[in-house]
Nanobody, 127 residues
Framework: QVQLVESGGGLVQAGGSLRLSCAAS????????MGWFRQAPGKEREFVAG????????YYAASVKGRFTISSDNATNTVYLQMNSLKPEDTAVYYC????????????????????WGQGTQVTVSS
């Protein structure tokens, strides 16, 4: 069983930055595929960014590419999402997700591909 705990959300003005953190349990974090998703009110949960199990590949949704950066720290079992140049349309609940079984080198982008989810952290960007 893997537990994921997100933190770092909050209220920020457009153009500002936030860094989300996701602390993961488990002794084999370095083998986890990790992803960030978000869900705005009335919308489906969507992929934001991900990193493959080996850490060799990252992938971003077109809407955030060039503004957001995903990274992981195996020493602290934490994955980060650095969000810069935030826009009001980035407002959503952001979720961290993990899969411990895959050995695919591609980044997982579908919600159904992840077995574990955090509780979410709210990000609100004011205009």
């Amino acid at each position: 069983q893997v537990q994921l705990v997100e933190s770092g959300g909050g209220l920020v003005q457009a153009g500002g930055s936030l860094r989300l953190s996701c602390a993961a349990s488990g002794r084999t974090f370095s083998n986890y595929a990790m992803g960030w998703f978000r869900q705005a009110p009335g919308k489906e949960r969507e992929f934001v960014a991900g990193i493959n199990w080996s850490g060799s590949n990252t992938y971003y949704a077109a809407s955030v590419k060039g503004r957001f950066t995903i990274s992981s720290d195996n020493a602290t079992n934490t994955v980060y999402l650095q969000m810069n140049s935030l826009k009001p349309e980035d407002t959503a609940v952001y979720y961290c997700a993990a899969d411990t079984q895959t050995r695919q080198l591609r980044v997982l982008v579908q919600t159904m591909e992840y077995a574990y989810w955090g509780q979410g952290t709210q990000v609100t960007v004011s205009s």
